[in-house]
């Protein structure tokens, strides 16, 4: 069987249609199919690969940590540089007050961590999301994603989860004291690359503030999330609906 026959046949994939481009090679901002045609990876691995592929100082990176060891232990058993570098990188780039990091596997698995810590930290139970949000496909951020077609066939998910819509500053009146935490995206990918918009955050944050709620930007990694803000003040043009994929595009 060919490469593609067993993609086909012995993959989950997420997509009725994935693109099935076979990816021979990948520098910079292109990827090179087998078939010789270039393509711009905007895509970037979901941001994985976000200062491109194979930049020389992350394989500079790779090869100094591979002449020491791999894998190790995930939970903080060990003191690990890489680890502890990174975690005080980090910390140094947000508030005084979150100086601790928490290393996850996924964007999922974050939102899992999220949702469990704003529920013993403030005894409340209400979740409250946004309608068209995506986090994830875990039971948690399953309960809290935005679009009923994904998610109706695990029902029943997590109770007392409330959907209010992207931008509506009226509707953060559902925002009460029964309230453990507010989940937000900067920009809402899966709707349509759709921006929060200025006023609505500031609102977000002053009605948080009053009734002790806990509001998380997700979605992002913590530099993404400070510069996506920005990005949103100036954007202007939204994809029209059926663009979702038109981000990959093929280089004569």
Same mark, same amino acid.
């Given at each position: ?6 993609f086909?046949?012995?993959l989950?994939l ?7 481009l ?10 090179y ?10 895509v970037?691995g979901i941001?994985?690969s976000?200062?491109?592929h194979?930049?020389p100082k992350?394989?500079?990176a790779i090869?100094n940590?591979?002449d020491?060891?791999l894998? &190790?232990n995930?939970?903080?058993?060990f ?5 502890v570098?990174l975690?005080e990188y980090l910390?140094a ?17 974050a939102?899992?961590g999220? $949702?469990k ?15 068209d ?9 399953? +309960? ?5 077609? &994904? ?5 029943? $998910?997590?109770?007392?989860v409330r959907?209010?819509e ?21 920009v ?6 759709i ?20 509001a ?5 990694s913590? &530099?993404?999330?400070?510069? +996506?803000?920005?990005?949103?003040l100036?954007w ?17």
């Open positions: 069987m060919t490469e593609r026959e067993l086909y046949r012995h989950g997420p997509s009725f249609y994935p693109m099935g076979e990816i021979d090679k990948a520098e910079g901002i292109f990827m199919a087998s078939s010789g045609e270039r393509y711009i990876d905007l970037s941001a994985v976000n200062t491109g194979r930049h992350v394989l500079e090869r940590q591979l020491k060891y894998h &190790l995930v939970y903080g058993e003191i690990q540089s890489p680890q570098r975690a910390t780039l947000l508030p005084e007050k979150l100086d601790s990091v928490y290393y996850v596997n996924s964007g999922s698995e939102i899992e999220a $949702l810590l704003a529920k013993r930290y403030t005894g409340r139970t209400e979740i409250i999301s946004f309608i949000s995506y986090h994830g496909s875990t039971h948690g951020s399953l +309960s809290i994603l935005g679009n009923e077609t &994904l998610k109706n066939a695990f029902r029943p $998910l997590l109770p007392d959907l209010v992207f931008n509506n500053y009226c509707h953060l009146e559902k925002i009460s004291k029964r309230t453990a935490c507010v989940v937000i995206e900067m809402q990918a899966e709707a349509g690359i921006p929060v918009e200025e006023y609505f955050i500031h609102q977000l944050k002053k009605r948080c503030a009053r009734d002790g709620v806990r998380g930007l997700v979605s992002c913590v &530099l993404s999330i400070m510069i +996506s803000f920005l990005i949103s100036c202007q043009k939204r994809w029209e609906p059926g663009c979702r994929w038109e981000h990959l595009l093929r280089q004569k």
